[in-house]
């Protein structure tokens, strides 16, 4: 029988609601799903990240074709496949002669520059499944001088009526319950593991593979429980708000070295791939909240990563593609130190997140963000090499949402589009957010000599590295004046002791 359309659909796309399949005819049409080494090798991607974008397309292509659906599987080992996407589709197009070719927008801009080539008369439709489309985010950030995510989340709350009161106002009278969201971790404070979904006979397929054909790749593919399906997903979305979400607000910004995911979701691996729907899973949180389960600050700050923060990088990252790539404002150009990728350094801070990532293809936002994110920032890692680490280690990496974190909030790069200014701090935060601390060869409390803790001497250097472009930013005077005001005996030494540090980073000794 003659095919229609033939509707692709990418390993990060894996939802019944997608705008490729809307109309979909089982009896004439035919979905191409294809694993590719392609995508599989463009950055150096954690096997688990593989394991779980390859074992969640196939359980995907399962649920379709039981429900009568032709699906053109490619698998990575078949002799025949081109190992593209771009290959792939033109394969289909030769064998099938569909009248069409559909597709949605994928989540990179490298993919819909691809896109434009693969075949004449594409359709590229709109990726239905987030709250706010990219032409709803252009109109918003149009004519606006500051692009702030604060803004941009209240529109969001009032057009979704999130957490909204009947007369149009927030629930407990305010916007943000941030300030209630930093407590520190009470020591012994007992922590609800994370719903693990042990692999079934299609993944332990896909482990067995991905170990034969990845051996270079990042860390470990063993312990690998992430859901690939979506009602695993929303079993593991169930489990977190009955036992993680009440705790979620107060201690969102804790860490702790024995504890990689406390009151987190870790549901992004799932969510970034379509398994789970953003709205809905705000849905459920907000129901928890209306029913007393949990607090208003625990509910608020969760509701506002979704459609606050997910939402708006995205909108940022396609507002600002491709220039936003190349943004370098603080000039970073020095090397990956290679402990990001073995951990190796007597840094207990960043030796527990990066292994952790190592072993779960997971850091929560904080050990991102002020950890191996922050040490980036003050070091003056090239952004490059910093978003390619990024979007190798974890499992829900993808450009739209990695790009904007890093290069923008994490290492100030774009200047100040997304944070009015950079998330810099000394060890003092580390040590007052977690227990890294204690079991470090450095002293937190030193910023001069051997012993110092590194974060605190390249706090103080970054500050002076960049004083002239800091002095016009309200937002770093006080940090600018008490550099200033620093005996410059002292001020010498911090410089010193981190010129040192820095070349010994760039050039270690042989082990
Ligand atoms: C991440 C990923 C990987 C590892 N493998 C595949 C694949 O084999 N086939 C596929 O269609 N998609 C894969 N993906 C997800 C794509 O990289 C993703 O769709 C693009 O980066 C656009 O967001
Ligand atoms: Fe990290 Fe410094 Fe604390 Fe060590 S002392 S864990 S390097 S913040």
Known sequence: MAVTTLRVVLGDQLSGT????????????????????DECTYVPHHLKKIVLVLSAMRHFAHALA?????????????????????????????????????????????VISDMRDWTEDL???????????????????????SLRMEFFYRDMRRRTGLLMTPDGEPEGDRWNFDAENRKRLPPGLPIPPVAGFPPDGLTQAVIDLVRQRFTQGFAEVDGFSFPVTAGDAETALADFIANRLPGFGDWQDAMRSNAPTLFHAVISPALNIGLLD?????????????RGHVALNAAEGFIRQIIGWREYIRGIYWLKMPEYGALNALNATRPLPEFYWNGATKMACIRHVVGQTRRHAYAHHIQRLMVTGNFA?????????????????????YQWAEMPNTRCMALFADGGIVGSKPYAASGAY??????????????????????????????????ARHAERFASNVRMAMPLRNWQRMAPDRRDAIR???????????APPPL
């Open 430 to 463: 580390i040590n007052r957010m977690s227990d890294y601390c204690t079991g470090c060869a450095y002293d937190v409390k030193q910023a001069t000599g051997p012993a110092a803790c590194p974060f605190n001497f390249l706090y103080w250097d970054f500050i």
């Open 66 to 110: 039981a429900k009568g659906v032709r699906v053109r599987y490619v698998r990575l080992d078949d002799p025949t496949n081109t190992q593209t996407l771009r290959g792939e589709v033109r394969r289909a197009v030769a064998a099938l002669k569909p009248h069409r070719v559909v597709v949605t927008e994928p989540g990179e801009y490298r």
């Open 278 to 290: 953003p709205l809905q899973v705000c849905r459920s949180v907000e129901a928890a909240w209306r």
């Open 18 to 37: 997608l705008s490729a399949l809307s109309d979909l005819d089982p009896t004439r049409d035919v979905v191409l799903m294809a694993e590719v080494m």
């Open 496 to 506: 010193a002791r981190a010129a040192e540090f820095l070349a010994e980073m760039d």
């Open 377 to 397: 920032l003050l070091a003056g890692l090239h952004p490059d090499a910093v978003d390619e680490w990024y979007m190798a280690v974890y499992a829900d990496a």
């Open 123 to 145: 359709e590229i439709r709109p990726d239905i499944r987030f709250v706010c489309s990219i032409a709803d985010f252009r109109h918003w950030a149009s004519g606006r001088t």
